[in-house]
């Protein structure tokens, strides 16, 4: 019985220990103020001053750095722009992982496991190197350039590096394994009788690909979204390599504000509201399948 | 139920299609080979399927059923030969430009879907009226009595009423032709045996042809107007249910369809039929047969063990034999006895219990005789 229980309370204790508290943390700091100090933030909470102490603490907490956030457009470009980045990156690596992951799951049963590793084997080389290399392949003299003016399609080379061009193949060739994986797990329990079985029906190839293919691999098309989007809202070192000075993300003003400016509490305020614009689109996403789910269930 | 006797349904069934030289069959395979690289899973297969009929398919495992049905359907296409569909070649015809449809061995369905949307699946794609559509799903899932279902996934429901719901959507589209791949390999006996009444009941409403496929001798016998019985590709016989059981043309059929003694030997042709010498010092059986042997030549008697009689004493007969009881199979209704001959042969008798066991009148061991008319076994010659 202890032991079950044990086994229950293993994810909670990770997620309480590991997430919820230190984000508790990160909100208070966000509601305090900065100072020269260390930590270099105040009020500090100090337990023997028992209630009056909390009393006075908590009266200094307030939401001036959110208001802050509100009032600069800097930070509001910031995060509308890595919305955009994250949303075309998410749609770039769906339309580079989906065919990737069609071809895997329609391949021979004995080479499907070659082409899994294949797809895995990136993830061996450090991530750090994997964006370096882009720079050599994209910068004025890089290969890329060096190809299309070899051919003759162009004179004069592309400025590839530092747009935000760059920072979309970067994320999208970086996080294709993670678009992959997903797509092809569910594409690879699709049975062939369904496809078959919509075709004597009536279906065209194209239309049987639309009305099965795609609602079966749903979810796994939308788990490899989710894994493109989230990460890549806070992305900080590939469009810190790869993008230009106009390429303005959240991570990257995140980063400049803690050890920069070193101040935490705006810092805070920003990773804050980071988290809920992942979190609120999750939540309604699952009480809607839910609701769909209760409606069908009837 | 209309059809109350599966077992011989020749006698509710007047027309016999295929006896009448005059009509074009729905189906027809005309030299029909189809092969998986070297290996030919169909081997010039010819074979005319009627109007209206209900055709079982039987043969064991890997015998070829389903390929044939997937060349029907438009999965495979044939190496050789051609298949007509009503006067036409559907060679080069894709599944989903064919009237025919297919409830499949899985069942297929389309997990996304609700029953309702199954079922509507195929009228959707032929772009049928909302209103006609609605009366058509309605239609059907009155007919397979899957009303209250309709809103339900196909993990929601039990085994049975997706078998049901399959063969709703495969008949939505009322097509020409429906094949049933093993429709009820999924079902357990009882349920097996309503489906069956069921199905009869459903073809006969809607009049459409079935081809069903089955590796169960007793379904086949129970819905077939007819059963091909089929073996390594090939097709050794096609005929009613009846006449595929009292007159096998095979050794093959003949023991592929229920239980049957088989005696080998020489015919000696005699009196509209032959003696049967099957060993030197074993007693001549004279057997009455239309087929034409030559004095000597090789041939198999079978005779079924309903048709064997078991008797205490020596009988008066022209085929009888002696041994003892090696072995009884009780099955409830009736029993088998297993009989060792003399000569270290098995034969099988089969006897109703119209009597309660305690009073049976053979046991293990007893010293008994056996015997059979002339007319009771087909002698066969291959
Ligand atoms: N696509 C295929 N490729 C190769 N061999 C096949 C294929 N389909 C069927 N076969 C072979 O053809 C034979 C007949 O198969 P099938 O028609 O499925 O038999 P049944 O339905 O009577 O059990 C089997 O030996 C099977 O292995
Ligand atoms: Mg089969």
């Known amino acids: 019985m202890m032991r079950r229980h044990l086994l229950i309370l293993t994810p909670y204790l990770w997620l309480v220990t590991l997430f919820l508290i230190p984000f508790l943390i990160v909100v208070r700091i966000s509601l305090s103020d900065a100072a020269i100090a260390i930590p270099p933030y105040s009020p500090i909470l100090d337990w023997r001053d028992g209630w009056p102490g909390l009393f006075a603490f908590i009266n200094a907490l307030d939401f001036d750095n959110f208001v802050f956030l509100a009032e600069d457009a800097l930070y509001w470009k910031a995060y509308l722009s890595s919305l955009q980045i994250a949303a075309v990156s998410t749609v770039t690596t769906l339309l580079v992982g989906f065919p990737i992951a069609y071809g895997m799951a329609r391949a021979p049963k004995g080479l499907q496991a070659t082409l899994l590793i294949l797809v895995i084997l990136p993830f061996w080389t450090s991530f750090l190197i994997r964006v370096y290399s882009w720079i050599g392949m994209l910068s004025t003299e890089g290969y890329i350039n060096q190809v299309l003016m070899g051919l003759g399609i162009i004179s004069e080379p592309l400025t590839l590096l530092n747009t935000q061009i760059a920072v979309y193949i970067g994320i999208t060739h970086t996080y294709l394994p993670f678009m992959v994986l997903p797509i092809y797990a569910a594409l690879e329990r699709l049975d062939n009788a369904l496809l078959e079985a919509a075709e004597d029906l009536g279906c065209s190839r194209i239309s049987s690909f639309w009305l099965v293919t795609i609602p079966l691999a749903r979810n796994g098309i939308l788990a490899g979204c989710f894994l493109i989007f989230i990460p890549t809202l806070g992305e900080i070192i590939i469009p810190s390599l790869l993008g230009g000075s106009d390429t303005l993300m959240i991570g990257k003003v995140l980063w400049e504000e803690f050890f920069n400016n070193r101040d935490w509490p705006v810092a805070s305020a920003v990773a804050v509201l980071l988290l809920l614009i992942l979190i609120i689109p999750i939540i309604l996403f699952q009480r809607n399948t839910q609701r769909q789910r209760e409606l069908e269930a009837q | ?382």
């Open chain 2, 1 to 382: 139920m209309t059809k109350s006797q599966g077992t011989s349904p020749t006698t509710n069934t007047p027309v016999e299609p295929w006896n009448n030289p005059s009509t074009t069959p729905l189906i027809r395979f005309e030299n029909v080979t189809k092969r998986f690289g070297t290996f030919a899973a169909i081997s010039g297969l010819s074979l005319d399927i009627f109007e209206e009929e209900f055709f079982a398919l039987l043969g064991p495992s890997g015998c070829g059923k389903t390929t044939l049905m997937r060349m029907l359907a438009g999965f495979e296409t044939p190496t050789e030969g051609k298949i007509e569909l009503a006067g036409h070649d559907i060679t080069p015809v894709p599944p989903n430009k064919r009237a025919v449809n297919m409830m499949f061995q899985s069942y297929a369905l389309f997990p996304h879907l609700s029953v309702y949307d199954n079922i509507a699946f195929g009228l959707k794609r032929q772009r049928m009226p909302k209103a006609e559509l609605a009366d058509r799903v309605a239609e059907m899932l009155k007919l397979t009595r899957l009303e209250k279902f309709a809103r339900r996934k196909p993990d929601q429901i039990s085994g049975g009423q997706r078998q049901r719901v399959a063969l709703a959507r495969s008949l939505a589209k009322a097509p020409k032709l429906l094949l049933l791949d093993e429709p009820m390999g999924a079902l357990d006996k009882k349920l097996r045996q309503e489906t069956q009444f069921e199905l009869m009941d459903i073809q006969e409403k809607t009049g459409t042809t079935f081809v069903i496929v089955t590796h169960d001798q007793e379904e086949a016998m129970t819905v077939a107007t007819r059963v091909a019985v089929m073996d390594e590709g090939r097709i050794i016989q096609v005929a009613t249910p009846d006449v595929i059981y009292e007159a096998p043309n095979s050794r093959y059929v003949a023991d592929f369809i229920g239980d049957v003694n088989l005696i080998t030997g020489t015919a000696h042709p005699r009196n509209s039929g032959i003696d049967l010498h099957w060993g030197e010092g074993r007693p001549i059986f004279h057997c009455k047969t239309d087929l034409p042997f030559t004095d000597g030549q090789t041939c198999y008697l079978a005779v079924r063990p309903e048709k064997v009689t078991i008797h205490a004493r020596e009988p008066e007969s022209t085929n009888k034999v002696e041994g003892k009881i090696l072995d009884i199979a009780y099955l409830g209704n009736i029993s088998t006895y297993h009989v060792e001959l003399s000569m270290g042969h098995i034969l099988k008798a089969q006897t109703a219990n119209n009597r309660r066991i305690a009073r049976r009148s053979f046991t293990w061991e007893d010293p008994v005789w056996l015997s059979w008319t002339e007319t009771a076994g087909v002698v066969l010659d291959r």
